[in-house]
């Protein structure tokens, strides 16, 4: 039955080649709007990870009780030979020191006395190494309004709207005044190399960047960090796997019992991401529900102008003596055949384009070059386990049940009014 039913379709095309085509559309709509949907989302994450946590990040058991103070007097020591041995623990990770810090920057003038002060929070990251990636990491070449990068660990950024605020420009000098690691007083000479655009407000009010070099010698940090961010060998955060990470290195490495010993934390354990996580997965479920539900409303009017268009055909095929049930079933079987062909096409182009976007990425630069938001100018779609069936939802059972509720006319209806069909 199905094989009689896969020729009819095959060789009138009148009949099957229109509703294929919308299902296919449709279809390959849906997948592509669930992947990109998703990899938008995703990104908003990612950036956290690169900005601020990393997929992994390793701190003293003291400093991530306390880390929302930023308390670098409990920040790890002998972070170098840390490093050396995670990386050989985890070869396909790279792991970077960080240091968050705050105080006070002043800008002097020509008399070396202040002329502006302001309260600043800052991050000290990696700028002048050879083969650093933390620049392109944090975006900061698309940030950059004025100036240039740091080239010596004595240099640093600032936000532009922090740098108007001083009455300084790139060139100019600005002092540091914090407290060291060991609670002693911080005072330390920086020059301006250039200004950035956060477009985060808080900090675009205070927002500093520094080499980590020369932060660890204005706080008396040498060989320590306040944090340790660990990046999976992966484009896209893999909870499994950052799991596992932070199952291994806490084995080996952490003690309960000692409050200055290395912890391990995924991305996903972060106080401040664990609840968007679960916004994430809330708003983009909510996202496709709206799109997949007008979608089978399209796929369903579709099957029901179908199963409707044919009802002089029934009436021919009642007039012949054939069985009502038996054409309300071969008319479901084919709205199924229809379903499955067209989804399984639709889902198939859905992907290929969903795959070009995860690794192409659709480039909005040209729309953003006067945006002040630090974030990545190239969306990425991705390509998650549901996009693999998601679209047969509306694909299959819109299709089927709008030829069902077409089909009950045939028992509404006598067979000498179908067959008057015919003739019109």
Same mark, same amino acid.
């Given at each position: 039955?199905?094989r009689?039913?896969?020729?009819?379709l095959l060789?009138d095309r %009148?009949?099957?080649l229109l509703p294929?085509?919308?299902?296919?559309v449709?279809?390959?709509l849906?997948?592509?709007?669930?992947?990109?949907?998703?990899?938008?989302l995703?990104d908003?994450i990612?950036?956290?990870?690169?900005?601020?946590?990393?997929?992994?990040?390793i701190?003293?058991r003291?400093?991530?009780?306390n880390? #929302?103070?930023?308390? %670098?007097d409990?920040?790890?020591?002998?972070?170098d $030979?840390l490093i050396s @041995?995670?990386q050989?623990?985890?070869?396909?990770?790279e792991?970077?020191? +960080?240091i968050?810090?705050g105080g006070?920057?002043?800008?002097?003038?020509k008399?070396?006395?202040t002329?502006?002060?302001?309260i600043?929070? /800052?991050?000290?990251?990696?700028?002048?190494?050879e083969?650093?990636? *933390?620049?392109e990491?944090?975006n900061?070449a698309?940030?950059?309004?004025?100036g240039?990068?740091p080239?010596?660990?004595?240099?640093?950024?600032l936000s532009?709207e922090?740098?108007?605020?001083? *009455?300084?420009?790139?060139g100019d000098?600005?002092?540091?005044?914090s407290?060291t690691?060991?609670g002693g007083?911080?005072?330390? @000479? !920086?020059?301006?190399?250039?200004?950035i655009?956060?477009g985060v407000?808080?900090?675009d009010?205070?927002?500093?960047?520094?080499?980590?070099?020369?932060?660890?010698n204005?706080?008396?940090?040498?060989d320590?960090?306040g944090e340790?961010?660990? !990046?999976? #060998? %992966?484009?896209?955060?893999n909870d499994?796997?950052? =799991?596992?990470?932070?199952q291994?290195? @806490? %084995?080996k490495?952490?003690?309960?019992?000692?409050?200055?010993?290395?912890?391990?934390s995924r991305?996903?354990n972060?106080?401040?991401l664990s609840g968007f996580f $679960?916004?994430v #997965?809330?708003?983009? /479920?909510i996202?496709i529900f709206?799109?997949?539900?007008?979608?089978?409303i399209?796929?369903? @009017?579709? &099957?029901?102008?179908g199963?409707?268009?044919?009802?002089g055909?029934?009436?021919?095929?009642?007039?012949? &003596?054939e069985?009502k049930?038996h054409?309300?079933?071969?008319?479901i079987?084919?709205?199924?055949?229809? /379903?499955?062909?067209?989804?399984?096409?639709?889902?198939l182009?859905?992907?290929?384009?969903s795959y070009?976007?995860q690794e192409?990425?659709?480039?909005i630069?040209?729309?953003?070059?006067n945006?002040?938001?630090? =974030?990545?100018?190239v !969306?990425?779609?991705?390509?998650t386990?549901?996009?693999?069936?998601? /679209?047969?939802?509306?694909g299959?059972f819109?299709?089927v049940l709008?030829?069902?509720?077409a089909?009950?006319?045939?028992?509404? +209806?006598?067979t000498?009014?179908l !067959?008057?069909?015919?003739?019109t």
């Amino acid at each position: 039955m199905i094989r009689f039913l896969f020729k009819g379709l095959l060789r009138d095309r %009148n009949r099957s080649l229109l509703p294929v085509l919308v299902v296919t559309v449709g279809v390959a709509l849906t997948v592509l709007a669930h992947c990109y949907i998703t990899g938008i989302l995703r990104d908003s994450i990612e950036f956290t990870a690169r900005y601020s946590s990393g997929h992994v990040k390793i701190m003293t058991r003291a400093y991530a009780e306390n880390s #929302d103070q930023v308390p %670098n007097d409990l920040a790890l020591l002998g972070v170098d $030979e840390l490093i050396s @041995n995670v990386q050989d623990d985890f070869p396909d990770m790279e792991f970077v020191q +960080r240091i968050n810090f705050g105080g006070l920057l002043d800008s002097p003038d020509k008399y070396g006395e202040t002329k502006k002060q302001g309260i600043v929070s /800052g991050i000290a990251v990696d700028l002048i190494s050879e083969n650093t990636k *933390e620049t392109e990491r944090l975006n900061l070449a698309g940030a950059l309004r004025k100036g240039r990068f740091p080239e010596k660990p004595d240099e640093v950024l600032l936000s532009d709207e922090f740098a108007e605020k001083l *009455e300084v420009n790139p060139g100019d000098p600005v002092t540091l005044i914090s407290s060291t690691m060991y609670g002693g007083m911080a005072v330390q @000479n !920086f020059v301006l190399a250039g200004t950035i655009e956060f477009g985060v407000e808080f900090m675009d009010r205070s927002g500093m960047i520094a080499d980590i070099t020369g932060i660890q010698n204005a706080l008396d940090m040498q060989d320590a960090c306040g944090e340790i961010l660990g !990046f999976l #060998d %992966n484009p896209r955060y893999n909870d499994e796997m950052a =799991m596992q990470v932070e199952q291994t290195f @806490n %084995n080996k490495y952490a003690d309960p019992d000692d409050q200055f010993s290395p912890v391990m934390s995924r991305l996903k354990n972060e106080s401040l991401l664990s609840g968007f996580f $679960e916004m994430v #997965d809330m708003f983009s /479920g909510i996202i496709i529900f709206v799109f997949i539900l007008a979608m089978s409303i399209v796929l369903w @009017n579709s &099957g029901l102008i179908g199963g409707l268009r044919r009802y002089g055909e029934i009436g021919l095929r009642l007039a012949i &003596g054939e069985e009502k049930g038996h054409i309300y079933r071969s008319m479901i079987g084919e709205a199924v055949l229809i /379903g499955i062909v067209g989804s399984t096409i639709g889902t198939l182009i859905g992907l290929g384009f969903s795959y070009w976007l995860q690794e192409a990425g659709l480039d909005i630069g040209g729309i953003m070059k006067n945006s002040k938001m630090m =974030m990545p100018s190239v !969306f990425r779609a991705n390509i998650t386990p549901p996009a693999y069936y998601l /679209g047969f939802i509306p694909g299959l059972f819109s299709v089927v049940l709008g030829t069902m509720l077409a089909g009950i006319g045939i028992y509404r +209806r006598k067979t000498a009014s179908l !067959f008057k069909e015919l003739e019109t």
